[in-house]
């Protein structure tokens, strides 16, 4: 299961598993490819499509995790969905912002893989690729809160891996990527904005179909 696919990084990542007929994916988000919706429609046994707003309340997790988990011979969780939003200083922060922030980047992966846990077969291998940041380890001025959430869900599955040594735990630090969320700083303003306006002017920042077949490469289909 992938959370967050209808563009960027996501939406790489499920374009590519779901190309290989070995796999089952269910993708997750407020909207959809008409591309995905075409492979649901066509292969409702094999990919399967939730629509989810994980700033929302109360979520139901559990129904597009056991689809993904029923008769697999291991299990795969990808917690990619995030917001880099709210962008300014401490003390200007929309609240509601921040809030959406902490569910979208933090609050659900916690609560995915939680779930995960309870519906996964027995004797059914799992993993857990929690997407993170390079924010997760290093204050950037200007993200507060995006900082905080990545550093706490590095943390929250540090504490995983520890509880479960079973279950296959990683945070991926998928580095500068040409997405929405580029996009969305480089008509932000902060303190550092000039270098990521650079890097997409110098045509420096990753491909997200690269880094989708790196992550997939490393720690899907590896052995």
Not at 144 to 159: I, S
């Given at each position: 299961m992938i959370t967050g696919v209808s563009r960027g990084l996501g939406e790489a990542l499920f374009e590519q598993l779901a190309a290989d007929r070995e796999h089952r994916v269910a993708g997750l988000g407020r909207t959809?490819?008409?591309?995905?919706?075409?492979?649901a429609a066509a292969?409702?046994?094999?990919?399967?499509?939730?629509?989810?707003?994980?700033?929302?309340?109360?979520?139901d997790l559990a129904r597009p995790?056991?689809?993904?988990?029923?008769?697999?011979?291991?299990?795969y969780?990808?917690?990619n969905a995030g917001m880099v939003e709210p962008v300014g200083p401490?003390?200007?922060?929309?609240?509601?912002v921040v809030r959406d922030s902490i569910a979208v980047n933090l609050t659900v992966p916690m609560l995915a893989a939680s779930t995960f846990l309870t519906v996964l077969p027995?004797?059914?291998?799992?993993?857990?690729?929690?997407?993170?940041?390079?924010a997760a380890t290093r204050p950037i001025?200007?993200?507060?809160?995006?900082?905080?959430?990545?550093?706490?869900?590095?943390?929250?599955?540090?504490?995983l891996a520890e509880e479960r040594p079973g279950i296959t735990?990683?945070?991926?630090?998928?580095?500068?990527?040409?997405?929405g969320m580029q996009g969305v700083l480089r008509r932000s303003e902060f303190p550092t904005k000039q270098s990521y306006v650079d890097a997409y002017e110098e045509g420096t920042l990753g491909r997200p179909e690269d880094v989708a077949a790196r992550i997939i490469s490393e720690h899907v289909t590896r052995g």
């Open positions: 959809f490819t008409e591309k995905q919706r075409g492979l292969e409702p046994e094999r990919v399967a499509l939730y629509t989810m707003d994980f700033a929302a309340a109360t979520l995790l056991r689809w993904a988990a029923e008769g697999a011979s291991h299990a969780l990808i917690l401490v003390g200007q922060l929309d609240p509601v027995p004797g059914t291998p799992g993993t857990v690729l929690f997407i993170s940041s390079g001025e200007g993200w507060a809160a995006y900082c905080a959430a990545k550093a706490g869900g590095e943390m929250f599955f540090r504490v735990v990683a945070s991926i630090n998928p580095g500068r990527m040409d997405t």
